[in-house]
């Protein structure tokens, strides 16, 4: 039996990731630096209150997803889904707008790789909108390896950026 390996990042760091922890940031035209300017104020206000540790634990180890503080990571992917439009306000996925959003993108590397997301993961379903998101991030991490390294150095590097509590 396949052990799902640990998956946080829905679609918001699925963009994210693949615009920002390659070259193709540096690369990007005008409007790739646009969507990617969006994806990156989503994500910081969808995950402002986001325990990093434990949303950074989901993606670098084994993780028993019956555990609830999981959940809070979850709902933050959903909350990020909903800000783009991929998750609407019942809680269902929306793919087309996940299939305009990767039109959109000039960069032919990540385009590819989003567009098989789309092809592999467009009929992803949840109970709801936090268990959509994670089942969509799993589907995501599974066709896209190289998304899940750069899911996971994004993630550390936000949480070296996060402020420690005291």
């Known amino acids: 039996m396949l052990i799902k390996k640990t998956l946080l990042v829905s679609v918001f760091v699925l963009f994210s990731c693949l615009f920002s922890i390659n070259k193709a940031t540096d690369d990007a035209d005008t409007a790739d630096k646009e969507l990617m300017s969006k994806l990156f104020t989503v994500v910081f206000k969808c995950f402002k209150d986001a325990d990093w540790g434990t949303c950074g634990e989901m993606i670098t180890t084994k993780y028993d997803i019956t555990q609830a503080k999981y959940k809070q990571c979850t709902c933050?992917?959903?909350?990020?889904?909903?800000?783009?439009?991929?998750?609407?306000?019942?809680?269902?996925?929306?793919?087309?707008?996940?299939?305009?959003?990767?039109?959109?993108?000039?960069?032919?590397?990540?385009?590819?790789?989003?567009?098989?997301?789309?092809?592999?993961?467009?009929?992803?379903?949840?109970?709801?909108?936090?268990?959509?998101?994670?089942?969509?991030?799993?589907?995501?991490?599974?066709?896209?390896?190289?998304?899940?390294?750069?899911?996971?150095?994004?993630?550390?590097?936000?949480?070296?950026?996060?402020?420690?509590s005291k």
């Open 76 to 164: 933050h992917m959903a909350c990020a889904g909903e800000e783009l439009g991929l998750i609407n306000s019942s809680g269902q996925p929306e793919p087309a707008k996940f299939l305009e959003y990767v039109n959109r993108i000039n960069n032919p590397g990540i385009k590819s790789q989003l567009q098989h997301i789309y092809d592999k993961c467009q009929n992803v379903k949840g109970t709801e909108k936090c268990d959509l998101a994670e089942q969509f991030a799993i589907c995501a991490f599974k066709e896209s390896p190289a998304l899940k390294e750069r899911a996971t150095t994004l993630m550390e590097i936000l949480m070296k950026m996060k402020p420690k």
